[in-house]
């Protein structure tokens, strides 16, 4: 079968698509026909052993996939034939995959193998962000970073979808009208975007900064925040770490809160699962509708991890095998 193989650590232009071995599946395990695959953030760093889990070349990345089960285990609760969406960690850009039962989920039928695809990683960090992390309440205001991004375009939607007021920031008006189109109240741009929200909130800030993105925005999203306000960090984009004065904690009593999705679901069995039935409902009543960039074949998995590391990408970027 095809699949994209990381065989050094050199970044995107070192993965390569090669001929592999369809997989073997051990007892309890799932197969699935992969349809789609989605492209993210950690992928790129897995192909420069800079991120967290750091698997050994050669190994085929890919944590999130749509497609049909090829092979379920008894008691499983899945069915030969059964759409579904998955979360198999690696081995995603390829044919087929394997994956735990446990994080094989079933795809509603309204929606596509393209939009399950889009779903895992970023719907359900941000849904733990939103929810878990952030204690999002109906009618609260929220400010999202990087928003036409896959991470961007989730949380404006899940935020949405839960009562939110949502303020989008992008850094050019091309990325200003895919924020729209994910559903954000209003948008400004990157530069100012602290004046901009000011005046929005008529200088009463934001309850909620949804910040995948890091950098030099860090202060100025602090300062955007109102009273008991959280800034949410998810991660780093923009390569730059910030530093927090904790100073500027005190001034309005505002946190600044870690979203480790993955070190919380790690050891607590079923949580993802419980995720994803919260999100079907959103699904099957059309509010969460993943905002597709592109759609690239697997070939092509080079130019799709550069559009991310560049950050060029806007929504979700898949392939297709």
């Given at each position: 079968?095809?699949?994209?193989?990381?065989?050094?650590?050199?970044?995107?232009?070192?993965?390569?698509?090669?001929?592999?071995?369809?997989?073997?599946?051990?007892?309890?395990?799932?197969?699935?026909?992969?349809?789609?695959?989605?492209?993210?953030?950690?992928?790129?760093?897995?192909?420069?052993?800079?991120?967290?889990?750091?698997?050994?070349?050669?190994?085929?990345?890919?944590?999130?996939?749509?497609?049909?089960?090829?092979?379920?285990?008894?008691?499983?609760?899945?069915?030969?034939?059964?759409?579904?969406?998955?979360?198999?960690?690696?081995?995603?850009?390829?044919?087929?995959?394997?994956?735990?039962?446990?994080?094989?989920?079933?795809?509603?039928?309204?929606?596509?193998?393209?939009?399950?695809?889009?779903?895992?990683?970023?719907?359900?960090?941000?849904?733990?962000?939103?929810?878990?992390?952030?204690?999002?309440?109906?009618?609260?205001?929220?400010?999202?970073?990087?928003?036409?991004?896959?991470?961007?375009?989730?949380?404006?939607?899940?935020?949405?979808?839960?009562?939110?007021?949502?303020?989008?920031?992008?850094?050019?008006?091309?990325?200003?009208?895919?924020?729209?189109?994910?559903?954000?109240?209003?948008?400004?741009?990157?530069?100012?975007?602290?004046?901009?929200?000011?005046?929005?909130?008529?200088?009463?800030?934001?309850?909620?900064?949804?910040?995948?993105?890091g950098g030099d925005r860090f202060t100025d999203s602090l300062r955007s925040?109102?009273?008991?306000?959280?800034?949410?960090?998810?991660?780093?984009?923009?390569?730059?770490?910030?530093?927090?004065?904790?100073?500027?904690?005190?001034?309005?009593?505002?946190?600044?809160?870690?979203?480790?999705?993955?070190?919380?679901?790690?050891?607590?069995?079923?949580?993802?699962?419980?995720?994803?039935?919260?999100?079907?409902?959103?699904?099957?009543?059309?509010?969460?509708?993943?905002?597709?960039?592109?759609?690239?074949?697997?070939?092509?998995?080079?130019?799709?991890?550069?559009?991310?590391?560049?950050?060029?990408?806007?929504?979700?970027?898949?392939?297709?095998?």
């Amino acid at each position: 079968m095809r699949a994209a193989q990381v065989t050094r650590l050199d970044g995107p232009d070192a993965v390569e698509v090669v001929d592999v071995p369809s997989p073997d599946v051990p007892d309890g395990q799932v197969l699935i026909d992969v349809a789609a695959a989605g492209v993210s953030f950690p992928d790129v760093l897995l192909s420069r052993g800079e991120y967290q889990m750091k698997p050994p070349p050669p190994f085929v990345p890919g944590a999130e996939v749509a497609g049909v089960v090829r092979v379920a285990p008894a008691g499983s609760g899945l069915e030969v034939g059964d759409r579904v969406a998955a979360f198999p960690f690696l081995g995603g850009f390829a044919e087929q995959v394997v994956c735990d039962p446990a994080f094989v989920f079933p795809l509603p039928e309204n929606v596509t193998f393209e939009q399950g695809a889009a779903l895992p990683m970023n719907y359900l960090t941000c849904h733990f962000a939103l929810r878990q992390r952030g204690r999002l309440a109906e009618g609260e205001k929220v400010l999202v970073h990087g928003a036409a991004g896959g991470i961007g375009t989730a949380a404006i939607q899940l935020a949405k979808a839960w009562g939110a007021t949502v303020y989008a920031v992008v850094s050019d008006d091309a990325k200003a009208d895919v924020a729209r189109q994910a559903g954000a109240d209003e948008v400004v741009l990157a530069e100012g975007f602290k004046n901009a929200v000011a005046e929005l909130t008529s200088g009463h800030g934001v309850d909620i900064v949804v910040d995948p993105v890091g950098g030099d925005r860090f202060t100025d999203s602090l300062r955007s925040l109102a009273p008991l306000g959280r800034l949410l960090v998810i991660g780093f984009t923009a390569g730059s770490i910030p530093e927090v004065k904790v100073n500027r904690l005190l001034l309005n009593n505002i946190d600044v809160v870690g979203v480790g999705w993955g070190a919380f679901w790690t050891g607590r069995p079923g949580y993802i699962r419980k995720q994803w039935d919260d999100l079907v409902p959103l699904l099957e009543a059309g509010q969460l509708d993943p905002v597709i960039g592109e759609v690239r074949d697997l070939g092509e998995i080079g130019a799709a991890l550069l559009d991310i590391d560049e950050r060029r990408a806007t929504g979700k970027i898949l392939l297709t095998p």
